[in-house]
């Protein structure tokens, strides 16, 4: 029997002939019948190593290359036989039949705030790095969060899109409008002190009092419709109130209840207790989280600090998160990315660091429908450049809203009338969707 497509379902589901068909499960059909299957990411936590992580010295050492290029550290053997990472990757070297690892990322902008517009975004910006022209909003591209947001909307007590430990440079949603915008936790959860204060009512407010204010906005949003700054601090309003009234969500931030060795884990650092706090976000329905983690541009004297902090919370931080999400039955369907917005020069500098390098870089994925243990594509032998075909930027998104069952076709209309899909070309990275 042939599967029954889109159209059939409609007919059948309006006329009555499918018995008990409620309108979420005609959806529910509906999604089946024109993807093939469900989707396995029903969530994505992705890791975002601001200012471009040096892969060289994680995930693709080249030993073989001159001092220069190959740097100081030695590459150790994963629990996958013939795949290598550096030696102080060494957590995930041992978890390493759970993720993947894509060596052949690239794309062609070196610049910080342009990168990361591009990679969150798909979209070129028409903005230099660095400058401060004011773009309007109409204009604006909504990221890879906020198209979740509107896409998948949310599934539980907590917004859909969140960012931590700030707001993401490129996480706004653009044209999109404020309702899809993120709900930032600007505090971090290291902190002995952390809480999120929006969930916190004032001190001084009574219940009663609660309820009056709660009565007069209601009024004065009846006097008549709200559109412009209005209606975008009504949708705010609306978020707040919500979120601010759930015990879901209260629950879902309160890492206090999480036991001392699982925080001891993910590590005491700002990257661990953010991707710890992922985990919760997630479990409680949280559709993506956007954790910024910066310090990444390391352009003088970068060995010291990538062996003592900043490749040991990443690497601590990615494989509990991983393990973590494989132990409670997490892990199929959430999805994990970690990367930046470039990788850094195959050539230390006269500084002893490595500048910018978007033409090459390593991006580890995980869960969510992808197979695991694997290495997929290559860089030559000084990291400069892929070896065979690349994946880029629009790859990327393509494979990541495919996985969640989100039509990377789909077009929508800025303010002005300029159509915009949600991808921009690309296509599903081959060899890594299981």
């Known amino acids: 029997m042939p599967r029954p497509t889109r159209r059939s379902l409609l007919k059948l589901g309006a006329s009555g002939f499918i018995a008990n068909l409620s309108l979420p499960t005609l959806f529910q059909l509906q999604a089946t019948a024109s993807n093939g299957k469900e989707p396995k990411a029903k969530a994505c936590i992705f890791l ?8 060289i010295d994680m995930w693709d050492l080249k030993p073989e290359a001159a001092a220069e290029i190959r740097g100081p550290y030695k590459p150790i053997q994963t629990t996958v036989p013939g795949t290598l990472v550096g030696e102080h990757c060494h957590r995930s070297a041992k978890i390493a039949d759970k993720f993947a690892i894509l060596r052949h990322h690239s794309h062609q902008d070196n610049g910080h705030r342009t990168g ?19 773009i309007p909003v109409n204009e604006l ?5 906020s198209i979740v947001s509107r896409e998948l909307g949310g599934r539980g007590g907590v917004p859909p899109y969140i960012n931590l430990p700030h707001p993401m440079a490129a996480g706004g949603p653009g044209f999109y409008g404020a309702e899809h915008a993120p709900f930032v936790i600007e505090s971090d959860p290291v902190q002995p002190d952390f809480e999120v204060k929006d969930l916190r009512p004032a001190d001084q407010l009574t219940e009663t009092r609660y309820q009056r204010r709660q009565k007069l906005l209601q009024q004065v949003e009846a006097v008549g419709s709200l559109d412009g700054k209005a209606g975008t601090m009504a949708t705010y309003y609306d978020k707040a109130r919500d979120l601010a009234s759930s015990p879901a969500a209260r629950k879902a931030f309160d890492l206090k209840a999480e036991p001392d060795k699982v925080k001891e884990k993910y590590g005491r650092t700002t990257l661990g207790q953010c991707a710890l706090l992922s985990r919760r976000l997630v479990e409680a329905g949280c559709r993506f989280v956007g954790v910024d983690h910066s310090g990444w541009d390391t352009h003088f004297s970068c060995f010291p600090s990538l062996e003592k902090d900043l490749i040991p919370q990443a690497d601590q931080a990615f494989s509990a998160l991983v393990s973590d999400l494989h132990d409670r039955g997490m892990l199929d369907s959430t999805l994990v990315v970690m990367m930046g917005e470039m990788g850094r020069t195959p050539r230390i500098n006269e500084k002893a660091g490595r500048d910018h390098w978007s033409m090459v870089q390593s991006v580890l994925v995980a869960g969510g429908g992808t197979k695991p243990g694997i290495v997929l594509g290559a860089s030559d032998k000084t990291q400069t450049a892929p070896v065979g075909e690349s994946v880029g930027v629009a790859d990327i998104l393509r494979t990541v809203f495919t996985l969640m069952g989100i039509d990377c076709d789909k077009t929508y209309l800025t303010p002005l009338g300029r159509p915009v899909p949600v991808v921009d070309g690309g296509k599903v990275i081959a060899g890594l969707v299981g």
């Open 48 to 55: 975002f190593l601001e200012g471009g992580p040096s892969t």
């Open 116 to 134: 990361y517009h591009y990679l969150f975004t798909g979209y070129k910006p028409n903005f230099a790095d660095g400058a401060n022209t004011k």
């Open 141 to 145: 591209y909504p990221s890879l969060g």
